[in-house]
């Protein structure tokens, strides 16, 4: 965490990396990003990295991590999927930075017109990309608000998918990872989801980190 040099290790909390993060895409949004020297970036990180957070975001061109948090090479730890989905790998590699090297929040961030979104909600045949769009099919079944037009091309079905999606994808994490569950519950890491919004570059964060106590309680009453 090059950039935060004033925070230790010891210091950082998950709610003050949602601030670093909210705070870069501040800048990015005013066009006021800071202006770094990479080269010195590249030096001072050739030896190790601590990302101060970790990012599961999809792969969509116009969604580049760092870009949009106006952060540093070594400051997050990217992991970009189509459609933003919690894979077995995903999870993984959350395990990794979060376990090893030391990250204190899991940023889950879908995007406005997401494209694996509105394949899956249009049921899309194709390839490999249907065992990816099988991550994404929860949040289309969870949508009950929809009656008719349950396809991409109908925007308030398809904004509401891609919300449940983000939500799914936490739940997938948090079911799938003993390791996040641990931290989660020694309060070393926080999780949340969030938004992108293409058309004016801003991240809109859902009202607050996911509950781990709260979550549990909600799933035992689902399988009551």
Known sequence: MRHHKEQSRELLTPRLALEFLKDGNSRFCKN?????????????????????????????????????????????????????????????????????????????LGHTNCGAVTAACNNVQMGNLEVLLKHINPAIEAEKETIGDRNGSNQVFLNNVLHNNVHKQIERIINGSDTIRELLQNQEIGIIGGMYDIGTGEVNFFDEM??????????EHQTL
């Open 210 to 219: 996911f509950d781990l106590e709260h979550f549990d309680a909600e799933t």
């Open 32 to 108: 006021l990003s800071y202006n770094r020297d990479n080269q010195q970036i590249i030096m001072e990180t050739a030896t190790g990295q601590w990302p101060f957070a970790a990012v599961l975001n999809c792969s969509d061109s116009r969604l580049a991590t760092e870009l949009i948090f106006d952060q540093g090479l070594g400051d997050i730890f990217s992991i970009r999927l189509a459609g933003n989905v919690a894979s077995p790998e995903a999870i993984a590699s959350l395990e990794y930075t979060c376990k090893v090297l030391g990250s204190k929040l899991i940023v889950v």
